[in-house]
């Protein structure tokens, strides 16, 4: 019997409550692993449960890069992770990006095939004696070479020239318009006939039942099968998980006049990021600048990155140009000793697809479409009896 600590009607039990999957957490990965199930199978019952008003986690707090990886972040995973594994997570994160854009049309993503930069300074010149290394490693993906010098643009783009003197272009990568593209999923979601439920925090998650706050009080949901979606925020439900949050802080100017640069930037080794907004610049990044302070769940402004910030935009990036600050913000990530995301059984009917890293707008559809397989094939399996 289910504990009845809400004043359940009989009606409510038997029509709201229980559910072939719950998804908990309304993320990207949430929707698309929704979505993915749906279109799969359309006789599977989904609810998604989100403990905000609507996505509130990442995936609506991002920069919007359509990205795989920098030059310096996949010499860096190379080295680190060897070429195999890093192959791997950049197949990954492509397969996602264009299942994506499969799903969704150009204009619901708000995407723009503008190309990614990376801009050097002086002391990292070596990342272009490498580039070779990279463009072979990545050749079997892309058939093509996917970096490219193009150092002689750096002044008309408006940089300051004293402090980068390298920059090269990734023809592959490209931008999205993240408000248009959780929209268009949520839309899509709920056309599919996937249920959401938002303001509903999910306690604790146990032996299929998910057991939720809401403003009224506790309610327990059942599902079959319960998928957990909630990044940098699943420690709360599984505390000795192998994954740290961090936090990520961005700002957006007003419209510039005349903005030379175009596409998405790069810079010191991923740490800081920047792209066009149309004529807006938008700014992010410099959790190198206090790792420990931004590893937490709570959103707010960290003075000495906001400081950081302000001055690459003034003295870097915009060294010509008037400009106001519009707005900032920041957005929680999860990180750990390896890069790929976790997607594990945690009991025989709880998934777990989570720590999406810095790139988990175009992993999360890839993540998604193999959190789904699994699911239905364990259905397949218990049907079959094994
Ligand atoms: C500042 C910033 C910039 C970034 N830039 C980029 C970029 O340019 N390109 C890129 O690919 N990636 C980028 N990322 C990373 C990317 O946004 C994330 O990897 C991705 O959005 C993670 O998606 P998710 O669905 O797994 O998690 P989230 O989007 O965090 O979703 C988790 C959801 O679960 C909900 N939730 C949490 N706990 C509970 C609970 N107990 N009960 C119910 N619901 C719950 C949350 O409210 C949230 O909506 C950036 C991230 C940040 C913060």
């Not at 509130?56 to 990886?69: D, E, I, L, R």
């Not at 936090?247 to 957006?252: A, K, M, N, Y």
């Not at 913000?329 to 997607?343: N, T, V």
Request: charged share 20%.
């Amino acid at each position: 019997m289910i504990i009845n600590t809400n004043n359940l009607s009989f009606w409510e039990s038997d029509s709201f409550l229980n559910y072939d999957v719950i998804i908990v957490g309304a993320g990207i990965s949430g929707l698309s692993t929704a979505i993915s199930l749906v279109e799969k199978n359309n006789n599977v019952r989904v609810l998604i449960l989100e403990k905000s008003i609507f996505p509130s986690g990442a995936s609506t707090k991002n920069a919007g890069f359509a990205c795989f990886g920098s030059l310096s972040e996949l010499l860096s995973d190379m080295d680190t992770m060897g070429p195999e594994k890093c192959l791997e997570l950049v197949q990954k994160r492509w397969s996602g990006l264009q299942k994506l854009r499969i799903r969704l049309s150009d204009d619901e993503l708000g995407y723009e095939p503008l190309g990614g930069y990376e801009l050097f300074k002086p002391s990292q010149t070596n990342y272009l004696s490498r580039l070779e290394e990279v463009n072979t490693l990545l050749k079997p993906i892309f058939n093509a070479d996917v970096f490219v010098d193009v150092s002689k643009q750096i002044e008309g783009k408006g940089f300051n020239t004293h402090v980068f003197q390298q920059m090269v272009f990734n023809p592959f990568e490209g931008q999205i318009h993240t408000g248009k593209t959780m929209h268009s999923l949520w839309q899509k979601a709920s056309q599919l006939g996937v249920k959401i439920i938002t303001g509903a925090v999910v306690k604790s998650v146990k032996q299929k039942i998910v057991q939720v706050e809401i403003s009224t009080g506790r309610i327990s949901f059942i599902g079959k099968k319960i998928i957990v979606t909630t990044n940098a925020f699943t420690k709360s439900l599984y505390p000795d998980l192998e994954l740290k949050p961090g936090r990520g802080q961005v700002l957006i100017t007003q419209p510039i006049q005349g903005l030379r640069c175009k596409g998405t930037f790069h810079m010191d080794e991923g740490y800081f990021y920047f792209r066009n907004v149309g004529n807006r610049l938008l700014l992010g990044g410099g959790r190198n600048l206090d790792f420990k302070g931004e590893e937490t769940t709570l959103n707010g402004i960290n003075t000495t990155i906001d400081k950081a910030l302000r001055e690459i935009l003034k003295n870097e990036i915009l060294p010509h140009d008037t400009f106001v600050i519009e707005q900032q913000w920041s957005g929680i990530m999860a990180f750990g000793e390896e890069k790929s995301p976790i997607l594990k059984w945690i009991d025989p009917n709880t998934l777990l697809a989570v720590r999406l890293g810095g790139m988990g707008m175009a992993i999360g559809t890839e993540l998604g479409d193999l959190a789904s397989d699994l699911v239905l094939n364990n259905w397949k399996e218990e049907d079959d009896g094994k």
